[in-house]
């Protein structure tokens, strides 16, 4: 089974969304974010040909074949975070992830961190959980964690995948979206594993799996870069869009920008570098409310020393400029 095709069988119960009465405001703040996660990742697969991540209400996740005796033999093991950002790429992230292999365990199993990788507003978390005879476990079960950092509770976004590695083995992904970038080159994180998914239920875990981690992204900030534009750009229907900064890291490049004197949520950016060559978005959110920040992702895209530039367009990649606007 291809991911191509666990993506075409996605069923979606938005029910529990409904299980106290909401406010308008509410409601569009909700549809607003499972648009961010799930409508533009089926319109990242058109761009880049395969979505990465998922969230709660969402459950996707792949198979790999693998032969008898493989991994069963092996008594440790799982993907790096370098597959989960992008499984079609070399990557190698080795000099910003903290390598962490501690385990924890409770009736339902064995769960062992692997990896922590912060990436600007970004944390990434891999694991690999290796469930109880008794527990029933397979790809499209996803295991959420709540996180502290650095002492203080995060508004947080939380993305998840499960791979199965064998039937008795699973690598757990999760990505977690910061309200805010963290600004210390040591980060203590507290990671609680505490919820499993599986649309349409979610379940309470009664002894969660906890770790304590030190994580270190002082090479990362060395080598981050915050552009701050502030650019106002009126596009071709009269529409104008604030560009706010373009920040940019060994790992990936993030636009923010204002749509709230747009009439349309559908302005997206691509970046194209002095010789011509264009990077297509990862991920993306977008809202014109007054107050609401629009983000757009690349993910595996940092910007050199040579000029780049930001190409607005709609969703069917029409150009809404007839400009490139320069990041400087």
């Known amino acids: 089974m291809t991911i191509y095709k666990d993506l075409n069988d996605v069923k979606l119960d938005l029910s529990e969304f409904e299980e106290r009465p909401l406010s308008k405001h509410e409601q569009k703040r909700i549809l607003k974010q499972f648009k961010r996660k799930i409508s533009l990742k089926t319109y990242r697969k058109k761009w880049l040909g395969a979505s990465l991540a998922v969230i709660a209400v969402c459950i996707l996740g792949f ?23 992008n499984e079609n790429k070399n990557l190698d992230y080795s000099s910003y992830k903290t390598i962490i292999g501690e385990s924890a365990e409770n009736e339902l199993g064995k769960l062992t961190l692997n990896e922590v990788m ?45 791979i199965e590695l064998n039937s008795r083995m699973f690598t ?18 507290e990671i609680n594993y505490n919820t499993l998914t599986k649309a349409p239920d979610r379940t309470m875990i009664e002894h969660p799996w ?7 992204q002082a090479q990362l900030l060395k080598e981050k870069k915050v552009f701050e534009l502030d650019k106002l750009i009126t596009l071709n229907n009269g529409d104008a869009v604030t560009i706010q ?11 923010y920008y204002d749509l709230s004197d747009s009439q349309s ?22 809202s014109n409310d007054t107050g609401d920040v629009s983000v757009i992702r690349f993910n595996g895209l940092q910007l050199g020393d040579q000029p780049y530039y930001l190409l607005p367009h709609d969703f069917e990649d029409q150009p809404l400029t007839e400009i490139a606007i320069p990041i400087q």
């Open 118 to 162: 912060i990436d600007h507003d970004q944390v990434y978390f891999s694991a690999t959980f290796e469930p109880a005879e008794h527990v029933p476990f397979d790809y499209q079960t996803q295991i959420i964690p709540e996180v502290r950092i650095n002492g203080e509770d995060y508004d947080v976004r939380t993305g998840a995948q499960s």
């Open 245 to 255: 900064r373009v920040v940019t890291s060994p790992i990936s490049t993030t636009v």
């Open 63 to 85: 198979s790999l074949t693998l032969g008898k005796g493989t991994i069963a033999n092996m008594p440790f093991t799982g993907e790096t975070i370098e597959k989960y950002i």
């Open 210 to 216: 906890t770790f304590d981690v030190n994580v270190s």
């Open 265 to 286: 949520e559908e302005i997206y950016f691509s970046i194209q570098s002095e010789d011509g060559q264009v990077g297509t978005f990862s991920s993306a959110f977008t």
């Open 172 to 189: 757990i992904y999760n990505d977690i979206e910061l309200s805010q970038a963290i600004e210390t080159e040591d980060v203590k994180i």
